[in-house]
């Protein structure tokens, strides 16, 4: 079953405007979601959330976690050519050694 | 600093021709390992993870094997590859004091089976 699910698979818009992100999960004993980037090759880290209603917040980008809804939304204003990239939102349960990610979401962003 | 390595960047492989990719994580001790793969335009499948020396995890039913004959080096091998091997493999770890957090990813190797 999928335990974690991304949406959109895919979005592109033009530079300038704001994109919101989503992921939802289906855990028995969550810990944490993490948010990552991915542009040619290795995803890099974005942000982690543990806690429900605290936005986490790095220059454009901020990701927040609902657990009553369980699910997170990243959102990224004023994009840039640089934000062109596949978004991957991954989950941890409590006492699993292992992160269980989504599918993604590839999102392009035009000049 | 940690740093970790992965090998050969790129691999182009025939149907059936065995398979071995290598990770290296430097600067830590006592790592969680971790292999990934990820088709094409998709999320990241996990296939293995070891929290130790020897101690192999297999997440999906394949004919992949890992193993991890030192503490920072995790190898995935394959005795045959078949077509829907391709794909690109990803290594990452987390360190032994902050499993629950984030894990860093290696560079990736592209791996293509014909």
């Known amino acids: 079953e999928d335990k974690v699910v991304q949406s959109p698979l895919s979005l592109v818009v033009h530079e300038g405007d704001t994109v919101t992100l989503n992921c939802s999960y289906e855990v028995t004993n969550f810990r944490s979601l993490l948010w990552y980037k991915q542009e040619k090759k290795a995803p890099t880290f974005l942000f982690m959330l543990t806690s429900s209603g605290i936005e986490k917040k790095s220059g454009r980008l901020s990701s927040i976690l609902d657990k009553k809804e369980l699910s997170s939304i990243l959102n990224i204003t004023a994009t840039q050519t640089g934000d062109s990239a596949i978004y991957l939102c991954?989950?941890?349960?409590?006492?699993?050694?292992?992160?269980?990610f989504g599918t993604g979401t590839r999102l392009t962003i035009i000049p | 600093s940690q740093t970790i390595h992965q090998w050969p960047a790129t691999l182009v492989q025939p149907v059936g021709s065995p398979l071995s990719l290598e990770c290296t994580v430097e600067g830590t001790s006592n790592p969680n390992l971790y292999w990934y793969r990820q088709a094409a335009g998709r999320g990241l499948q996990l296939l293995f993870y070891s929290v130790g020396i020897g101690q192999i995890s297999s997440e999906v039913p394949q004919n992949l094997s890992a193993s991890r004959p030192q503490d920072r080096q995790f190898i995935l091998s394959s005795k045959k590859l078949l077509l829907s091997d391709s794909g690109f493999y990803l290594c990452a770890w987390t360190p032994a004091w902050d499993r629950g957090n984030e894990q860093f990813f290696g560079p990736g190797t592209r791996l293509t089976v014909l």
């Open positions: 991954a989950v941890r349960e409590r006492g699993n050694e292992k992160l269980t």
